[in-house]
């Protein structure tokens, strides 16, 4: 859960049940909201609503829901008032996490955010205690990648790229993302998005790895919650 197989990972387990596809759809909703009405309704112009549309289409979402989530945003249609909120933490082995989500209702999400890392011997941070720790980074993953596929991505402007379980991992910088994304054609691109990746990823004993990666699951599912990043390793 340290960045890069954030996103992919809720994917597959709100993706694969019906029952859950509501709440998949709020979530990517809420983020196509805030960044309509950070940047305006023209994704074009607004990589953070381009990216979040990437996401409302890659779980399915209907264009018609998009569209409404899109004029929340630009303020063309009414809804409840929508805030982000960003959530410092602490969890097993000194890991630690940010966690963000999308709420109507700040009190709640906090209260829920607080049991949940209870029960998994977590606790909230104090604001900037945590952040200090994680960089902001474009991360593509693409799936059967070659090596024609990671020279095009230096070429366009890649930091970085690592093989990890067959798949190939390329860092940006937040500006870069959709230049290199762009540049890798015919690619099998599993997901492309800004993520808060640790500095120093944290290597845990196996008893306790397993107790942060149910931490970083509970807190996935989480209904306000739309991201979380860890510094595991």
């Given amino acids: 859960m340290s960045g890069h197989s954030k996103w992919s990972t809720i994917k597959r387990k709100k993706g694969a049940a019906d029952a859950k596809r509501g709440a998949i759809f709020t979530k990517v909703a809420n983020m196509i909201t805030i960044a309509a009405r950070e940047g305006g309704g023209d994704p074009d112009g607004n990589p953070k609503l381009a990216l979040a549309i990437e996401k409302a289409r890659g779980v399915n979402m209907p264009k018609d829901n998009i569209e409404r989530a899109v004029k929340r ?25 940010i966690i963000k989500a999308i709420t109507d209702n700040k009190n709640r999400t906090i209260s829920e955010i607080r049991n949940i890392l209870a029960k998994h011997d977590g606790k909230v941070a104090e604001t900037g205690s945590v952040a200090y720790q994680f960089d902001a980074r474009g991360v593509i993953i693409v799936n059967n990648p070659s090596d024609e596929l990671e020279l095009a991505a230096i070429d366009a402007g890649a ?13 940006t910088t937040p500006a870069d993302l959709k230049k290199v994304k762009e540049s890798l054609q015919n690619a099998t691109i599993e997901s492309a998005e800004t993520e808060l990746v640790p500095q120093n990823p944290l290597d845990l004993a196996a008893a306790e790895k397993t107790k942060t990666e149910k931490l970083a699951e509970a807190l996935a599912e989480q209904d306000d919650v739309n991201e979380v990043f860890s510094n595991l390793a």
């Avoid at 930091?159 to 860092?171: A, C, M, P, Q």
């Fill in 73 to 97: 945003g630009t303020g063309e249609i009414g809804g409840d008032t929508i805030e982000e909120m960003n959530i410092e933490a602490y969890g097993p082995g000194g890991s630690a996490f």
């Fill in 159 to 171: 930091s970085d790229t690592t093989t990890k379980e067959g798949n190939l991992i390329i860092t």
